[in-house]
């Protein structure tokens, strides 16, 4: 019996040493436009979608051209039905380079900040 209550207390003495598993951040999974991708035209909605669930509140992207200017439609939205989706409107775009920039909140309480960057080629 002693034996059996010292394996007990060593167990919940380990268990309660073990580190517990740490909250993950919200992380970009994938694109549209990808990262560094190459387009013939923008495309209507730039969307990121992420591994958790983001708080549409927090949550913010933005498109900005070479001369740092907003060119995006300013609509940003976390689809209601897809938490995970962050988007926003993009009217037809020259041809150049662009920047996509995003600060996101997640449901675990971390922000996320960061951007990456696409060109639009003119058609061939």
């Given amino acids: 019996m002693r034996r059996v209550l010292l394996l007990t207390i060593g167990a919940v003495a380990l268990g309660l040493g073990w580190p517990a598993?740490?909250?993950?951040?919200?992380?970009?999974?994938r694109s549209t436009p990808a990262a560094r991708a190459v387009v013939t035209r923008a495309p209507e909605r730039v969307q990121l979608w992420f591994n958790?669930?983001?708080?549409?509140?927090?949550?913010?992207?933005?498109?900005?051209?070479?001369?740092?200017?907003?060119?995006?439609?300013?609509?940003?939205?976390?689809?209601?039905?897809?938490?995970?989706?962050?988007s926003v409107g993009m009217p037809p775009l020259p041809a150049g380079a662009y920047i996509v920039?995003?600060?996101?909140?997640?449901?675990?309480?971390?922000?996320?900040e960061s951007q990456f960057g696409f060109t639009v080629r003119a058609a061939s």
């Fill in 101 to 112: 920039k995003y600060r996101v909140l997640s449901v675990d309480g971390h922000v996320v």
């Fill in 52 to 86: 958790e669930r983001l708080e549409p509140a927090y949550s913010r992207v933005s498109v900005w051209n070479r001369e740092t200017q907003r060119v995006d439609a300013g609509d940003v939205e976390v689809a209601p039905a897809e938490p995970t989706r962050l």
């Fill in 21 to 29: 598993p740490a909250s993950s951040h919200a992380y970009l999974v």
